[in-house]
């Protein structure tokens, strides 16, 4: 577990560009590809999990290849087929996958105005944004479309061939959890967040944000403490009093000499 995690850690930090604004002309598509290829063993792992388990819950194989195909969100997917395994409704499935995906809300939000073209394409190229490839994306002035879509096609291929494995080869495969695979995508986010941390502001939001995640985790359902802890974010609301009161040194020139200027007095007004 440990190697998987310095792998993907090293490859993701060597994979994303230096500056958060440089952008290769040719190779946008490839590096979104390249940046993922670490996790590609993982995905197709937990992908084939997901076929098994959706094969126990009664899902069909037909139905669990579609679902991958069009829904193409592991935790969501993990949910609706835990919820089934253990009796529940579908409506109760449903709301659990919901939940799980509003976060894709913001995100969505977000990195809209990076898509292009009319709302057919913008919406299956919209199809590719997970937290990856979001994340591997996303630049100081807005977010790289072509890396979004290369590391989006490759995990999405990855996750739909997982899936088809799953569910022709069944209970044969091995937990990815017993392998290691699962330390693959924490070592992701964790050298994605690494750069980021520069500042005080940005420190302070991700250990509040990894506080109330650590807080939640025991108590309420899979991907609540992800959700809460996005408010951790509100911390880069506040502002110092200086940038909202510029003092006098602050000032430009001209406001300066403007207001070094003596104001009349009351004989100089009235000549």
């Keep these: 577990m440990r190697a998987v995690f310095l792998h993907t850690a090293s490859s993701v930090l060597r994979l994303t560009p230096e500056s958060a604004t440089a952008r290769p002309k040719r190779s946008d598509y490839r590096l979104g590809l390249r940046a993922v290829t670490p996790l590609l063993p993982a995905v197709v792992a937990f992908g084939a999990s997901f076929g ?76 590719l944004l997970v937290d990856e490839s979001w994340a591997l994306s996303r630049r100081e002035d807005g977010f790289d479309r072509r890396v979004l879509l290369g590391a989006g096609a490759g995990l ?35 050298a994605l967040l690494a750069p980021l941390l520069r ?42 009093a200086a940038a909202l009161s510029p003092s006098y040194l602050e000032r430009s020139p001209a406001a300066q000499d403007q207001g070094s200027e003596r104001a009349p007095s009351g004989e100089e007004a009235r000549r």
């Design 52 to 127: 098994v388990l959706a094969q126990a819950a009664g899902m069909g194989a037909e139905a669990s290849i579609v679902m991958s195909l069009t829904t193409f969100a592991g935790s969501a997917q993990f949910a609706v087929v835990s919820v089934l395994g253990a009796g529940g409704t579908a409506a109760a499935a449903i709301g659990a996958a919901v939940l799980l995906n509003a976060r894709y809300g913001p995100m969505a939000l977000a990195a809209a105005p990076a898509f292009r073209g009319g709302r057919l394409r913008r919406l299956l190229e919209a199809q």
């Design 156 to 190: 999405y291929v990855g996750w739909s061939s997982g899936t088809a494995i799953g569910v022709v080869a069944g209970d044969s495969l091995a937990d990815p959890a017993t392998l290691g695979l699962d330390a693959a995508f924490p070592a992701l986010f964790l």
């Design 199 to 240: 500042r005080g502001d940005a420190l302070a939001a991700a250990l509040i944000g990894a506080g109330i995640a650590i807080c939640l985790t025991p108590i309420t359902p899979a991907g609540i403490p992800v959700i809460a802890a996005t408010a951790a974010t509100l911390v880069g609301l506040r502002r110092p």
